[in-house]
């Protein structure tokens, strides 16, 4: 690590590095003097609640709001082209997201959907742009967070539209299925409807983040290593190639970004869908 | 030495500390609230106004061509009235026009009878005048014959056929004179 430091900058005391993989600790905005010592008993609890993930998740909450807001500002029936902007993001939510998946009772979910969408997609792009340069979900405690609403939202439009003993069961035990198998087939379907599903859907968002930006990193720090402080020539121009691919991993990165959204969105609808089904 | 080292044996998979779990889900509870509240409601009465908009239009057109097809038939009507009353009124001037003609025919031929009944009047007039003449001369006239006749000689047949003559002369004369 300190080779790769020096080009860049000169870190003071036991604060970790604010680039590279040290860029996937949070760092408080106004450290304490415990902090920057280390001294982990003393922490101040500004260092654990205003840190630099923290503002940015904020950040991204005001955009989401902001933009919301903005669109949605004196809507007109024939629309500008602000609100075309804005009806264009919305219609895709509500028509090919919402409605497709939920059926009739989707303009209940809508307002979920439409917030999980844009909140997990900007904090996905904060990884590609600059300012932050991060993906807040690479952070695991927000994906976990997502990821429990998502749940408590599933079972509970479930166990309002049955009832609890109802909603088990019909969870739990597919229509059609031999009483044989039944011991078998029960904690199976427990296991995937109420424990792997809010798993998945926390770790497949965080996973692709946390390794997308751990990708970026390699090429554009392995890259810098070579062309800075590698001696072979032959490093020199493989970090200069490293460079260059980067850009293409960013692109990547870009697609993963919105696909993250679009897929954390859609299988919010999904879980939602399977719990107030008729027949499933 | 950093926040991340020391975590348990998840590593990554476990927050730092709850904090950012934490804020997290406030963050999505005040975006949820503000879509909720405002985004999504102003998105959906804009599409129903727009959909009561469009419909309203075709309402309209739909009431404009109900009133062309009632104006249409109103019109197809008058004019059907109108053509109505074009024939009964050409019916009309037909049945005058046969009338006013018989009438003339009857008219005409009175007056032919009237004019016919006037010369038979007048005829038989003329020939009452005529016989009454006659009957009135034929008298005399015989006397005078027979004074002539007489007073010839009766045996010289040629002065009895003389006389004879001029007697007829003398009675186509007399009309004349008469």
Same mark, same amino acid.
């Given at each position: 690590?300190?080779p790769?430091?020096t080009?860049?900058l000169?870190?003071?005391?036991?604060?970790?590095?604010?680039?590279?993989?040290?860029?996937?600790d949070?760092?408080?905005?106004?450290p304490?003097?415990a902090?920057?010592?280390?001294?982990t008993?003393?922490?101040a609890?500004?260092?654990?609640?205003?840190?630099?993930?923290?503002?940015?998740a904020?950040i991204?909450?005001?955009?989401?709001?902001?933009f919301?807001?903005?669109?949605?500002?004196n809507?007109k029936?024939?629309p500008?082209r602000?609100q075309?902007?804005?009806e264009?993001?919305?219609d895709?939510?509500?028509?090919?997201?919402?409605?497709?998946?939920?059926?009739?009772?989707y303009k209940?979910?809508?307002?979920?959907i439409?917030?999980?969408f844009?909140?997990?997609?900007i904090n996905n792009l904060?990884g590609?742009?600059?300012?932050?340069?991060?993906?807040?979900?690479s952070?695991?405690g927000?994906?976990?967070?997502?990821?429990?609403?998502t749940?408590?939202?599933?079972?509970?439009?479930?166990?309002?539209?049955w009832?609890?003993?109802?909603?088990?069961?019909r969870?739990?035990v597919p229509a059609?299925?031999?009483v044989?198998?039944?011991?078998?087939i029960i904690?199976?379907?427990?296991l995937?409807?109420?424990?792997?599903?809010p798993?998945t859907?926390g770790?497949?968002l965080?996973?692709?983040l946390?390794?997308?930006?751990?990708?970026v990193?390699?090429f554009?720090l392995?890259?810098t290593?070579?062309m800075?402080?590698?001696e072979?020539?032959?490093?020199?121009?493989?970090?200069?190639?490293?460079m260059?691919?980067?850009f293409a991993?960013?692109?990547?990165?870009?697609?993963?970004a919105?696909l993250?959204?679009?897929i954390?969105?859609?299988?919010t609808a999904q879980?939602?869908?399977?719990?107030?089904?008729e027949?499933? | 030495?950093t926040?991340l080292?020391g975590?348990?044996p998840l590593?990554?998979?476990?927050?730092?500390?709850p904090?950012?779990?934490?804020v997290?889900i406030?963050?999505?509870?005040?975006?949820l609230g503000v879509?909720?509240?405002?985004? #999504?409601p102003?998105?959906?009465?804009t599409? @129903?106004a !727009?959909?009561d908009?469009i *419909?309203?239009?075709?309402d309209? +057109?739909?009431q404009a061509?109900?009133e062309a097809?009632a104006?249409l038939?109103?019109?197809?009507?008058?004019?059907?009235t109108?053509?109505?009353e074009?024939s009964?009124?050409?019916?009309?001037?037909k049945?005058?026009?046969?009338?006013?003609?018989a009438?003339?025919?009857?008219?005409?031929?009175?007056?032919?009878?009237r004019?016919v009944?006037a010369?038979? #009047?007048q005829v038989?007039?003329?020939?009452a @005048?005529a !016989?009454?003449?006659?009957? *009135?001369d034929?008298?005399?006239? +015989?006397t005078t014959?027979?004074e002539?006749?007489?007073?010839?000689a009766l045996?010289?047949d040629?002065r009895?056929?003389?006389?004879i003559?001029?007697f007829?002369a003398?009675?186509?004369?007399?009309?004349q004179?008469a």
């Open positions: 690590m300190t790769l430091a080009p860049f000169p870190l003071e005391g036991n604060a970790p590095p604010t680039f590279g993989v040290g860029s996937f949070s760092r408080p905005l106004f304490s003097a902090w920057t010592h280390g001294d008993a003393h922490y609890w500004t260092d654990i609640w205003v840190t630099n993930h923290i503002l940015q904020v991204g909450a005001a955009l989401v709001i902001g919301w807001l903005w669109v949605s500002h809507m029936i024939v500008g602000k075309y902007v804005g264009y993001l919305y895709m939510l509500r028509n090919t997201v919402a409605r497709d998946i939920l059926g009739h009772d209940t979910y809508l307002p979920y439409v917030s999980i844009s909140f997990v997609l904060f590609q742009f600059f300012l932050f340069m991060f993906p807040t979900f952070k695991i927000f994906a976990w967070g997502l990821a429990l609403l749940w408590l939202l599933y079972n509970g439009a479930g166990i309002k539209k009832g609890l003993f109802s909603y088990l069961k969870m739990t059609g299925v031999p044989a198998l039944l011991p078998l904690p199976l379907e427990i995937s409807n109420f424990i792997v599903r798993i859907l770790l497949r965080f996973a692709n946390f390794a997308g930006h751990l990708v990193l390699v554009v392995g890259g290593y070579l800075f402080v590698s072979p020539i032959i490093n020199k121009v493989a970090g200069g190639a490293a260059i691919l980067a991993i960013f692109a990547l990165e870009l697609l993963v919105v993250q959204a679009y954390f969105t859609v299988l879980y939602v869908s399977s719990a107030i089904a027949e499933h | 030495m926040l080292e975590t348990g590593g990554p998979l476990l927050p730092d500390h904090s950012e779990f934490i997290g406030v963050l999505f509870f005040i975006i879509v909720w509240k405002k985004v #999504v102003t998105f959906e009465s599409y @129903a !727009r959909a908009a *419909r309203g239009g075709i309209r +057109a739909e061509q109900a097809n104006a038939e109103r019109y197809r009507e008058q004019l059907n109108a053509k109505d074009a009964k009124i050409r019916e009309d001037a049945n005058a026009g046969a009338q006013i003609q009438e003339m025919r009857t008219a005409a031929a009175a007056e032919a009878a004019i009944q010369g038979h #009047v038989d007039a003329e020939r @005048a !016989r009454e003449a006659l009957r *009135r034929v008298g005399g006239l +015989a014959l027979a002539k006749i007489v007073g010839e045996t010289d040629a009895s056929q003389r006389t003559d001029r007829i003398d009675l186509d004369a007399a009309p004179q």
